[in-house]
């Protein structure tokens, strides 16, 4: 009877813990439990590479964003020391629609 409940014991702590593991688990394992393609972010830098340059009193900033990340105009602000901002002017972005699930 105390090898069942053994079992039993460690069927059910195994079960519980595969959500945690998946949750918590190390995603860049080589694990059978471990994503085959791990969810990792790309520094500020790498995601949203820029170019400027100016040309007499303009400058123009040009950014080549990565695939699958996304740069929000609302979003920008701009500034500089020792300078007097004019208005600011952007192209048109491409809109997104954008759809989360909660589950």
């Known amino acids: ?52 340059y100016q040309q007499g009193d303009r400058v123009f900033i040009d ?4 695939q699958d990340y996304y740069l929000y105009q609302q979003r920008l602000s701009f500034s500089g020391e020792n300078v007097t901002l004019g208005d600011i002017t952007m192209e048109d972005g491409e809109p997104i629609m954008m759809s989360f699930s909660a589950t």
């Not at 593991?21 to 085959?36: I, Q, R, V």
């Not at 950014?63 to 990565?66: D, E, F, P, Y």
């Open 63 to 66: 950014w080549q964003v990565k």
């Open 1 to 52: 009877m105390t090898r069942i409940f053994t079992h039993l014991l460690l069927l059910s702590l195994f079960t519980f813990s595969l959500p945690s593991w998946a949750l918590f688990g190390d995603s860049n394992s080589n694990s059978a439990f471990a994503p085959s393609s791990p969810n990792t972010f790309v520094t500020v830098d790498e995601a949203f590479p820029m170019n400027a």
